[in-house]
């Protein structure tokens, strides 16, 4: 049994930077090369980052990768790479690069997958799965590839595959099946959600008895504006052993020997639902010694696992942009206090402002809290109150009720811009999932911000996180960074006179039940009510998300609400004019 | 030859609204009753609204569809209207409404369209080719049927298609050819976009030639959201002769007789492609008499085409969502004054609110010209100084350069927002796609509203379009709605003393010249070059584009550009770190 010394390059990549991520393979390379490893995988689109969106109808944007990947083999030669084989994902094309109406085209961009050796790219894949649900728009972008290409390594026969290709039953590892290879390569740029680790181990399983192989599963790692990777790569061998496993949300190289069988088939041609190449790559592997002991990354909690995509997200989502630091208002609540313990985590203190904005009708614990937590935290904490400004509106125009609750919002909005043009910082958002979708929000003011590390998350998740985070702080003996009073006391927006969430909201622990179900799960109204909520709850809180959804109309044109960072692409209904029960 | 009446029927149909959809289905089938019509047709999702987006993976909203239409059948023959065939475009589903990882499901939500006679619904069929471009999404929410309905109707078999059905060659036409029949009945919601009715009558004839029929093609009317449709509804004969074509951007009953051969075929089963299924619809109709006049609309010239849509699109959002009347920032410039004339001709003078509001840097000639155009239009028309609020900011803050320029614009954001949640006005935008596209704009400042009418129209036609209103004022014998030196004047901002456009801006023909084949047609650095731009101009416009995109991540989380409203979905590209000429 021949073995293989297999290197999963568990790294991020940044959509654009083709240069830069070129880059980072090589170094990765020379990393793997350094381990003694014969194969080195890298994850999905690798050179030109995923998602790619419609930079893919660019034949500019598709020649720069196709061009780089040429580059970027003879590169690995010259600097003495060109023994290992390199799995790399990238874009091509072999038609035109923008899919029009021809729905039946069977020529265009591909999602591809290159195997670089010797100084050329000695083999290529297209993705044969396109998915075209939640976060996924592949059906608009690619073209499917109808050819399983299987690479002869060492006398092993090794079929190539792409992320969604092995989310199906059917196709290419089916066929792998069929053609008796020894192991499945397969490169991902799979998003995270809540608990998504614990379905990818059954399915590599799943997936790897039905190819009769091993399977070797690489991920991406870290933020990409909405999305954020999670790594979690695997070894799984044919019988279903988990042989190594890398960390969640870092960088990491995962070694793994493998002893893999001798190929036996040279079958190629017509599988039924695909063709099979074969080449054979001209190189005999030196068995490695000594063997590398096996890699099993612990698991993390549902909080942690949590708070560390969010962190991974924003920090990246700063970098990726080309910010330094990041301002937003801290008005001692429990949503900015959580924003902040966030944001310090993923750029540091001294890169975080927290700025304190007071007006009238905001309450002295309010402001005791906000710096408690800059003390704690450490941020660089400021007050700006806007009772001068709000004025000079009131001044001028006749306004009342709503309007004024709104506009002290809007005039924390435009504060906190000015901050952003005269200094720099990105400026966060701070509403909640559960605001956001009952519209518990001011347009243009609260809603101001170019990233919002916590819109994804349920207000009773929030409450969570800030309990988890103190705790994780006081294990490691360090300053809980969230006071306790933030957390305690009842949520206000205070833009009246002793107002609470509580007079406008139902408690956010009903609100949230009957929000996860309506709009995580798609239920009706009858569905929520047969489900045991109150019949005139579930009337109020959908026609809440109903009102929101016409509030936003306010808003910029084509804007929807997209709950889109955690794999799951929930648009809230455009109901205003669709009642439940019809 | 027997002879067929039919009647299409061009309504405007919205979204969620199902009880108020089949009231219009009902309206118009006694209308077409009373024109002795044997049959009429209703466009693509008619009963829903199209696009229903979200709503689509509701059961709750699917079992809507198929419940009102059941009731729409039985209440049709209850007021003695079942003896007319009325072909109608819902929603369906025959599996699960969500759509998920599996890509080759069978079952799922349809893009349907039935048959209602003698108070039942006797046929039914599913679209077969499901667009996933430009605005389209369909491969994400429906399943593509595989059977062609063909109906018996007083002795012609009529074939039953969707939309997209007649954009792709192959498919429902063919099949219809090979089965000889008589008639394709074609239901459309078939997006506005500029020179699109060129393209429509060729296309019908061509796919008539392909089912060697007659072909009655029936479309939507109407602003939905970002999309208008512009009605374009054609019977063409099996010899390609223009029959009947409707006006565009206006509902119409248009009525048609139409003598066709007699059915010839019986045959059923595996065509190929596709299967087919007939059935005889047991009705004999009586010859009509007097024969219909024939209809044959006259096409618009193409900025009067543009001026309807613009018109229709926010006439319709307006309505649509509930508003009565619209607010606005008059500056005296073209952009603003564009708007106004757009929402002048859509809502009425009486419904439309434009505010001028001058800081220390605003030209007497902005202030008399935005005076001037009131008077002009009879708009309701305000004067809302803002320097005293940008002092109130400017005393608490240090700021300067960009972070002031951007601070009176988001002044004036707050204002028009302030009204529009005291009188309830729904706010406008009015920057036009040259400025979106390069940037020149302020973030919650002039990007502030519920809807742009003119984000899809270059500058330069932005021009053109006033200059074309004014003369078509002059034909009509009325005011000319702008005031000449609105037109002619060079642009400015007004942000800052004697600012114009011209500082950071090429000369808008030029950039129009160069962001036309970067954004509409993906033209790269290189093809830009080749087609005659000067390539230091290029480089200075892709620059602008890529710090835009960069800017607007300052902006709401995933907020993206989309310029929809004309058929072509181009996303400005993520290129800030994707530079052109790699």
Known sequence: MPTLRIALAQVNSTVGDIAGNAATVHGWVRRAAEQQAHVV???????????????????SFVSASRNHLERLAADLDHDGLG????????????????????????????????????????ARYYKHHLPNYGVFDEDRYFVAGDTLQIVRLNGVDVALTVCEDIWQPGGPFAVAGLAEVGLVVSINASPYE???DDVRLPLVRRRGAEARAAVAYVNMVGGQDELVFDGDSMVVAADGTLVGRAAQFDEQLLVTDLDLPSASSDRTGDFGEMHVARLT?????????????????????DDEEVWNALVVGLRDYVRKNGFRSAVFGLSGGIDSAVVAAIAVDALGADRVV??????????????DDAADLARRTGLDYRVEPIQPMVDSYLSQLKLDGLAVENLQAR???????????????????????????????????????????IKDVWKTRVWQLARWRNA??????????????????????????????????????????????YVDTDQGRDDLVAAGHDPQLVDRVLRMVDVAEYKRRQSAPGTKISFKAFGRDRRLPITNRFREGV
Do not use: C, W
């Not at 995988?41 to 034949?59: H, K």
């Not at 790559?281 to 909690?301: K, N």
């Open 41 to 59: 995988l890298f994850p999905e689109m690798m050179l030109t980052g995923y998602p790619v969106e419609d930079l893919t109808f660019r034949e």
């Open 83 to 122: 023994g290992i084989a390199a799995v790399v994902g990238y874009l091509d094309a072999d038609g035109p690069a923008r899919l029009g109406a021809d729905a039946a085209a069977e020529r265009g961009p591909r999602d591809a997958l290159a195997l670089l050796f010797g100084g050329r790219v000695v």
């Open 411 to 453: 005039v924390r909005g435009v504060l906190l811009m000015a901050l952003s043009n005269q200094e720099g910082h990105l400026v966060l958002t701070t509403g909640n999932k559960s605001e956001l979708a009952v519209g518990y929000s001011t347009l243009y003011g609260d809603s101001v911000g170019g990233y919002n590390p």
């Open 194 to 196: 809540l608990n998504k």
């Open 281 to 301: 790559l001209d190189a005999s592997f030196p068995a490695p010694a000594p063997p590398v002991p096996a890699t099993l990354a612990e698991r993390l909690g």
């Open 354 to 367: 927290g700025v304190s904005m007071p007006s009238g009708y905001s309450s002295e614990h309010s402001k």
């Open 472 to 517: 994780a702080a006081l294990e490691r003996g360090e300053v809980e960074p969230i006071p306790a009073n933030s957390i305690e006391k009842p949520p206000s927006a205070e833009l009246r006179p002793g107002q609470l969430d509580t007079d406008s909201l139902p408690d956010y622990h009903v609100l949230d039940a009957v929000l996860t179900g």
